[in-house]
């Protein structure tokens, strides 16, 4: 009935969304989608991680809606690719020396199995931040590094620079995740002989696609940048990474722009670096199309790539970083539609995926203190007002801040707002407390995960719990007895069902 229903006119059908028959048979419908998901006990070949960064849940429902809203529906009634997915957990965040975690801390988690410190990259919490000396010893290994020992092919894709914290967790260990090249690591950290992370991105783990921002940090000061004429790189030891990078790699592509991105054949292509601004790329609303690939494009290339190896792959994806970026800025608009392209990118990378044989997994590093709420009725614009006026008799937006820059007070008093104004590219949203940015919020985030093993993501577990039944999953380190059987399917198969039915006929008959 309700795949009937959702093919009605939308006159229609909203007249049936009055009767109880239509709740009572989607609500059966949903049911029966439950009673036939079956674990799928096999061992992943692939294996995938999408990290929304600042994704929290209320972030997911906005999206949700803005997504539906996008397409001319309502929006609540509709579902993010995310959503699909069949099992579900919460994690929780806390870094082990702070309540409100960073991003640093949690990629550290849910990336090598381990909570660290705040702003800490790849290392124990035996480290404390900037602490160059303390790394060594203390280094903690990623499921990225871990899939690279097993002969999987690995790669990294975001739209923050590639050095960035979410990413850098994957392949760097250090003191400090500002350190991003040679030229911001401290005193203490170059007399004690640490690396930055652009340095450890090209010469730890060998990683075969490597798609984002944050080109100055692998070019020398006297570099120009190909883009921007008037930037230079920023690196002091005069090394040029990308070039570093190059050497010794057969079928190797580097590229900086959306032309030569194009181009790229993955058929021919065995390694890729696509570094497609100096720092981090522009928010999808200000993207140029011409000149820089979308998530979901680069999402896409980078599996092309990846799954020619006959042992699998390990991929990261990053939303770009910057759902977390906008929403630093009290702009729900810039952080809400970065979240319909993170999801739009999930979707395509399960198109070119078999869910039999690749484990996806969704989740965020944290959320933020952005809420979501104002009685508004069914439709309502997410980047709208409420119906209802506060108690100063004015209009106030559905979405708000709990603090961040958007705080206003224009001579002792809130400003008015309208949709008008609201739903504007830049418009910040209001906040209570006056900081210079919004902060990270510290309730748990959820965890979307489909394929082979995936039902072990289940209840509310610690945010390093993620990597761990990954790595068991695939049967990789630490987990290389994991004992799973290979195969395309989450069922018995017929050999093996034949043999146990021959032994209980043996044993009965005994």
């Not at 993010?80 to 409100?100: C, E, I």
Request: net charge negative; with cysteine; charged share 20%.
């Amino acid at each position: 009935y309700c795949i009937y229903y959702q093919k009605l006119p939308g006159s229609l059908l909203t007249n049936l969304k009055l009767h109880a028959e239509y709740w009572n048979n989607k609500a059966k419908q949903a049911l029966r989608t439950a009673l036939n998901v079956q674990p799928n006990v096999h061992k992943a070949k692939n294996l995938i991680l999408f990290l929304g960064d600042g994704m929290g849940i209320t972030t997911v429902t906005a999206a949700r809606i803005l997504k539906g809203q996008l397409e001319g529906n309502s929006g609540e009634e509709g579902s993010l690719v995310m959503d699909t997915f069949p099992h579900l957990a919460l994690s929780k965040t806390y870094n082990v020396d702070q309540q409100m975690p960073d991003s640093a801390g949690t990629a550290t988690a849910y990336l090598c199995g381990v909570k660290a410190n705040y702003g800490t990259l790849g290392v124990s919490a035996a480290t404390p931040l900037g602490n160059c000396s303390a790394t060594f010893g203390n280094e903690v290994t990623s499921i990225l590094h871990r899939a690279k020992n097993a002969g999987k092919s690995v790669g990294i894709v975001t739209t923050t620079r590639v050095q960035h914290a979410s990413p850098a967790a994957s392949y760097a260990h250090s003191a400090d995740r500002d350190w991003y090249s040679d030229s911001e690591l401290s005193k203490e950290a170059v007399q004690n002989g640490c690396h930055d992370i652009a340095y450890q991105l090209i010469h730890n783990t060998e990683i075969d696609v490597i798609l984002g921002g944050g080109r100055e940090y692998m070019l020398p000061k006297d570099t120009l940048d190909p883009e921007y004429p008037s930037k230079t790189g920023n690196r002091e030891d005069g090394t040029n990474l990308i070039v570093e990078w190059a050497k010794n790699k057969k079928n190797a592509k580097y590229v900086w722009n959306k032309s030569d991105f194009d181009a790229v054949d993955p058929r021919k292509t065995d390694f890729l670096l696509g570094l497609f601004e100096p720092r981090d790329c522009h928010y999808e609303l200000e993207r140029d199309t011409s000149m820089d690939p979308s998530l979901t494009e680069m999402t896409e290339k980078a599996i092309k790539i990846l799954q020619k190896n006959p042992k699998g792959y390990f991929l990261f994806v990053e939303d770009k970083g910057r759902i977390d970026h906008g929403h630093h800025a009290t702009s729900a608009k810039k952080a809400l539609h970065e979240a319909v392209e993170f999801d739009r990118a999930i979707g395509r990378a399960a198109e070119l995926t078999n869910e039999m044989d690749t484990l996806t997994v969704v989740t965020a590093d944290h959320s933020h203190v952005f809420a979501f709420g104002g009685y508004s009725a069914r439709g309502n614009p997410v980047l709208g007002v409420s119906r209802a006026l506060a108690m100063d008799k004015k209009h106030f937006t559905t979405a708000v801040y709990g603090n961040g820059p958007g705080y206003q007070i224009v001579n002792g008093t809130r400003p008015d707002v309208n949709e008008s104004i609201s739903s504007t590219n830049n418009y910040k949203q209001q906040t209570t407390v006056p900081l210079s940015s919004e902060t990270h919020g510290i309730e748990d985030v959820a965890i979307f995960a489909k394929g082979p093993m995936s039902h072990l993501f289940h209840g509310v577990q610690e945010q390093n719990y993620i990597p761990h039944v990954m790595a068991y999953a695939a049967c990789i380190e630490p987990y290389e007895d994991c004992q799973l059987l290979e195969g395309h399917s989450g069922r018995i198969h017929s050999s093996l069902l034949l043999v146990l039915m021959g032994l209980l006929l043996t044993l009965c008959s005994a």
